[in-house]
């Protein structure tokens, strides 16, 4: 029979064993709530929240919905909303992927960056900024999944009695992340209660301050991470760490890379925190003497970080492809050949093609090659100024608007060389011997920076 609806698609995700890693003795099964409607395992406690608040009266036809989010709570949040009339806010800290935000957007939620640099209790905080948001517009709730009581309540009553009967009612083990709380407290209580044997365990992003906790007692500092969704400088009021037996933390370079690898020797295309409890799950299995059933979660769909997670480019960026540092400018350009070479054009295409190709790699100009060779630059001033001269000028070859005027440096340059050709407002085009290897941005030069230690 047809669902009646995207909702009625929500739960009921399907489980599959992992064959293509090194699991020890154990098997390892992954519940791929990425097959939920809007992609995402939050899909659960956003209709259950709204549903809570629908039914004691907090949320009344025509209202909003106000959340502070990693993303996919807000994209849940404005998949139901929209079905029901609502208008959805969310205030999301910037670090969020670009898929995420245009998804949300795409549903019809208003998005409010913030910054991802400050803590509890700051103004801009994202949690912080939502409630101050919540308080001043009329008719609306803060969904605020880490303590809604509805969060974990639709775990507990949907994914751990899903997981549970999959497995036959025999699971040794459950790997699950924690952001709001809901999916650990949820499961863990379910399984408490119907299968005592199961351990849950939690797996962590290097910087949150929750398996430290977990694993010595001690309340550290948080540092910073890169891994979305999952990881926390406080604990959530809707967090339950004592239903935790055994903690991991892992650093972002193996979140990614496990991600990367369960796309490669699974297909499953899962994001950034499914590749930290992927991690995380295979260095439980390894570590156990006896065999043992696990189960852990592909939280969400790798096709909301396909700019990040799958982005050979980012990754370089990060410094996560075990390529020696020469401190030259080549640094700043090989991270392109990841991509698949810098992007170019022809002096006989069109401004047009220019164009279409500088907003498809979100770029601002594109270096003119003709038989190998760099002959020109062309950037958006460029075909600016022919637009404003005649509309007709999208026609024009790339060769009569392009500049000649170069300014090059050998690969080999310090990084240093850089900083006056910037201040000149001039954009270095890198060159080993007469071959052309790429362009660099002020954008470039700092991300080489901040991976420097201070």
């Not at 036809?61 to 849940?76: D, L, M, R």
């Not at 009553?157 to 699971?171: C, F, I, N, R, S």
Request: proline share 6%; hydrophobic share 40%.
């Amino acid at each position: 029979m047809a669902a009646q609806g995207a909702l009625d698609l929500i739960g009921h995700t399907p489980l599959v064993q992992v064959k293509g890693f090194d699991t020890g003795l154990c098997s390892l099964y992954l519940k791929l709530e990425s097959q939920n409607p809007s992609g995402s395992i939050k899909d659960r406690p956003a209709r259950a929240m709204i549903e809570a608040a629908e039914r004691d009266g907090r949320l009344k036809p025509g209202g909003t919905i106000i959340e502070a989010t990693a993303g996919n709570t807000g994209v849940g949040l404005a998949l139901v909303g929209a079905s029901r009339g609502y208008r959805t806010v969310l205030v999301v800290p910037d670090k969020m992927s670009r898929e995420k935000v245009l998804h949300a957007k795409a549903l019809g939620a208003d998005v409010i960056l913030t910054r991802s640099d400050v803590g509890k209790g700051h103004p801009d905080y994202y949690q912080d900024l939502a409630q101050d948001i919540r308080a001043r517009t009329p008719g609306a709730i803060y969904a605020n999944q880490f303590e809604n009581p509805a969060n974990p309540a639709a775990h507990e009553a949907t994914t751990g009695p899903e997981l549970l009967a999959q497995m036959d009612g025999d699971v040794d083990a459950i790997v699950v992340g924690v952001g709001s709380g809901g999916t650990l407290t949820g499961i863990g209580r379910y399984m408490r209660t119907h299968s005592p044997k199961t351990d849950m365990v939690l797996a962590d992003p290097v910087g949150s301050i929750l398996a430290p906790l977990v694993n010595t007692g001690t309340m550290t500092e948080a540092g910073s991470w890169v891994v979305e969704g999952i990881g926390e400088d406080f604990v959530p009021p809707n967090c339950d760490l004592s239903l935790v037996k055994r903690a991991y933390a892992i650093s972002d370079r193996d979140s990614f890379s496990a991600a990367r690898d369960l796309l490669r020797q699974e297909g499953i295309l899962g994001g950034s925190s499914s590749g930290t409890l992927l991690a995380a799950a295979l260095a439980y299995c390894r570590e156990q003497t006896t065999p043992k059933r696990v189960v852990s979660l592909v939280c969400d769909s790798g096709a909301k970080y396909l700019s990040k997670v799958f982005s050979d480019a980012f990754v370089a960026q990060e410094g996560w492809l075990d390529r020696p540092a020469t401190g030259t400018v080549r640094d700043l350009v090989i991270n392109r050949f990841a991509e698949g070479g810098t992007i170019v054009v022809a002096p006989e295409e069109t401004l047009r093609s220019a164009f279409a190709r500088m907003r498809a790699a979100d770029v601002s100009q594109l270096p003119v090659i003709e038989n190998g060779k760099l002959v020109g630059l062309v950037d958006e001033s460029d075909i600016l100024n022919r637009l404003v001269e005649d509309p007709r000028a999208f026609e024009t070859k790339v060769r009569d608007a392009m500049t000649e005027r170069l300014r090059t440096l050998p690969a080999n340059a310090p990084l240093t060389e850089l900083l006056p050709l910037f201040a000149a407002h001039l954009v270095p085009v890198i060159v080993d011997g007469d071959d052309f290897l790429g362009l660099v941005t002020r954008i470039d030069l700092i991300n080489e920076l901040r991976k420097k230690p201070q």
